[in-house]
């Protein structure tokens, strides 16, 4: 076992429990030392009500078994971690945590690794964030007037329930961890979707965070007209437009100087490094970029460093190997401006097959030296110049 900070492992705790899709159960028991616990022990595991999902909390008096149903992002966990339990269990699907909390207030953690699944009360495959009949997927065209998702749209609503499972542990992370302020309705949490083309992905942000009773206000940019007139008019049929709102402006030229987060999921080639640029110059807290078309690198790698030519002389691999590289250029110029960087797995659009996603949440830890020159010996290796790099203000 290994003994940690207190506070720091609380903090494990939570990001494990708000990734709440791979949440088996957590028991709370035991009581610390000169502390009181309102009740002997505390359950708490996923269920599905009406096809979303919730985490039920229940504990026993002795006699009567009480339970309260909670969405994931409302549930009082950070509370209850806190209020005297010695002993807390959380069974994710891969791994198990046991933490006791000695007499001298110290946590001991365990954590092994497990395969387990949930028992939801429905079919697990069927938990979405969102009701398909939710007047706003019903508005953007993903589900028919009956509330049925379309089938020439169940792609999309996929991706959609993907962002969202992404986005939502993500900010609560970042929201616990400090890195963004805990929103308020006098100061909502600010979003924009940079490139944000039809806005399913802004609209559902939008509803869901709200529906979790998060305060947000999100704008949406796309340099087409006729895609800020059209989400518009939806935000006003929806009864939205005082937290949403569209723009028809070129990323770079965007007239929005600032948001806690920024998303741009698919924007083409360039305009994805316009986004990343945005994001740094104004500081934005929390980056999710889902990269599209690379031309940029891909037009530069002319003098290949041997012995990649083994990779590059087939066009299809010089392809995805230019992709990597202008993903991990753009990821490690993110590093060395403060922000915690990592590549994850997300659906590719209609537009595009590519399926990796960029997730950065500034944390502010200053540029490490090595880092900086492993850059350097990248862009002297391969003779490129990511565009990205001149897009940042000093
Ligand atoms: C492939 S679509 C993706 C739309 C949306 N983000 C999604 O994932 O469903 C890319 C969108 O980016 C917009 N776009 C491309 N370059 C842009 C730029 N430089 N400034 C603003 N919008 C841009 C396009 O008009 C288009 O609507």
Redesign the pocket.
């Known amino acids: 076992m290994a003994e940690t900070d207190l506070e720091q492992t609380f903090s494990v705790l939570e990001a494990k429990f708000l990734d709440s899709n791979n949440l088996v159960r957590v028991v709370l028991s035991g009581r610390r030392r000169n502390m009181q616990t309102l009740h002997e022990r505390i359950d708490m595991r996923p269920v599905l009500i009406k096809e979303v999902l919730h985490i039920q909390v229940s504990h026993s008096d002795g006699r009567q078994m009480t339970t309260k149903n909670y969405l994931p992002l409302q549930t009082p966990f950070a509370e209850l971690l806190r209020s005297g339990y010695a002993n807390i269990l959380l069974e994710g699907t891969s791994e198990t945590l046991n933490v006791r909390i000695t007499k001298k207030g110290e946590a001991l953690l365990h954590r092994e690794k497990s395969s387990k699944e949930p028992e939801l009360s429905h079919d697990r495959s069927k938990a979405r964030l969102l009701d398909a009949s939710d007047p706003f997927l019903i508005a953007i065209g993903i589900s028919d007037a009956q509330g049925e998702v379309k089938p020439s749209k169940s792609d999309?609503y996929m991706?959609v329930e993907e962002f969202l499972r992404i986005l939502a542990p993500t900010l609560a992370g970042a929201i616990s961890a400090g890195h963004i302020a805990q929103p308020t309705e006098a100061k909502p949490l600010t979003i924009v979707?940079?490139?944000?083309?039809?806005?399913?992905?802004?609209f559902a942000a939008h509803q869901y965070l709200r529906s979790q009773g998060i305060p947000v206000k999100v704008i949406g940019?796309?340099?087409?007209p006729a895609?800020r007139d059209r989400n518009n008019e939806i935000a006003s049929q929806l009864g939205i437009s005082s937290s949403i709102e569209f723009r028809a402006?070129?990323?770079?030229d965007t007239t929005l100087t600032t948001a806690d987060v920024a998303?741009?999921?698919?924007?083409?080639?360039?305009?994805t490094d316009?986004a990343i640029a945005w994001a740094i110059n104004t500081d934005a807290k929390l980056a999710l970029i889902?990269p599209?078309c690379h031309h940029d690198i891909q037009a530069q790698m002319n003098e290949i460093p041997e012995p990649w030519s083994l990779i590059t002389r087939n066009g299809i691999m010089k392809e995805r190997l230019g992709d990597l590289l202008t993903d991990a250029l753009r990821m490690q110029i993110m590093k060395l401006r403060g922000y915690r960087v990592e590549a994850i797995e997300f659906v590719g659009?209609?537009?595009?097959p590519r399926n990796l996603m960029i997730r950065a949440v500034k944390t502010g830890a200053p540029a490490d030296k090595n880092e900086a020159a492993k850059y350097e010996q990248m862009l002297s290796l391969w003779k490129v110049k990511p565009a990205l790099a001149s897009l940042i203000s000093r």
Do not use: N, V
């Not at 979707?193 to 802004?202: F, I, K, S, W």
């Not at 998303?263 to 305009?271: P, S």
């Open positions: 999309k991706q979707d940079l490139g944000c083309g039809h806005a399913y992905l802004t940019i796309d340099i087409r895609a402006e070129e990323i770079a998303i741009a999921l698919h924007a083409c080639d360039t305009a316009d889902a599209c659009g209609e537009h595009t």
